[in-house]
């Protein structure tokens, strides 16, 4: 899955993504001079998925990921993520 990196713990101790770029927007902030935005594009292994808690340092044993139930990822591992892309927008 490609997806945008985020910032957070509500789901694990761990890094996190969002399938959607609209979501991501609203963590990435303005240079303020440019007025640019930037974020990632990342290809995530999810893998066996299941909730999170921000209680989790680690996804349960099975399981590679947590997530919201919806869009949002957590990633434990650095091989569980690569960043594809670094995208500069107005």
Known sequence: SRLFFLLGVAYGCGVYFHAHASYSHSYARAN????ERTMFLAKVL??????????????????????DGKH????????????DYLITYK
Do not use: E
């Open 32 to 35: 303020p001079q440019t007025q």
């Open 46 to 67: 999810v893998g066996q998925t299941c909730a999170g808690n921000q209680s989790m340092k680690t996804p349960p044993q099975g399981y590679d990921t947590t997530n």
């Open 72 to 83: 949002i990822y957590v990633v434990y591992h650095d091989a569980g993520a690569y960043a």
